[in-house]
């Protein structure tokens, strides 16, 4: 069992980590600037005080969690830009587990 998790289920963990957060902030950072050209009232009021340049500082990441929050993105008219939306949502809950994942195989590792 511990070689099938080091030779397969770890390598398999770390790269869907990796990969699919880069995709996830590609996905993300497209949705944000389609939202942004034609659903600006979707996204969230920006807060000059706090950040000067939000899409620059990773920003767009709140931007899209906050028109998934209020379901604002549900008006998008477009099939194309609604399924890329959920795909990219479903993407990002999949990296959160692929990283917790990993995290718990070395929290409960057995001792030999």
């Known amino acids: 069992m511990r070689e099938l998790f080091l030779d397969y289920i770890m390598p398999f963990l770390v790269l869907s980590g990796l990969l699919g957060g880069l995709v996830y902030l590609a996905c993300s950072h497209a949705l944000y600037t389609y939202l942004k050209e034609n659903y600006s009232d979707a996204l969230p009021p920006r807060l000059e005080l706090y950040m000067h340049d ?8 709140d931007g899209i969690r906050y028109a998934a929050k209020t379901g604002n993105w549900k008006r998008i008219e477009s099939n194309t830009w609604r399924r890329l939306f959920i795909c990219n949502h479903a993407l990002g809950y999949f990296v959160v587990f692929c990283c917790a994942a990993l995290c718990a195989a070395f929290l409960f590792w057995p001792k030999s």
């Open 54 to 61: 939000a899409e620059a500082m990773g920003g767009f990441l």
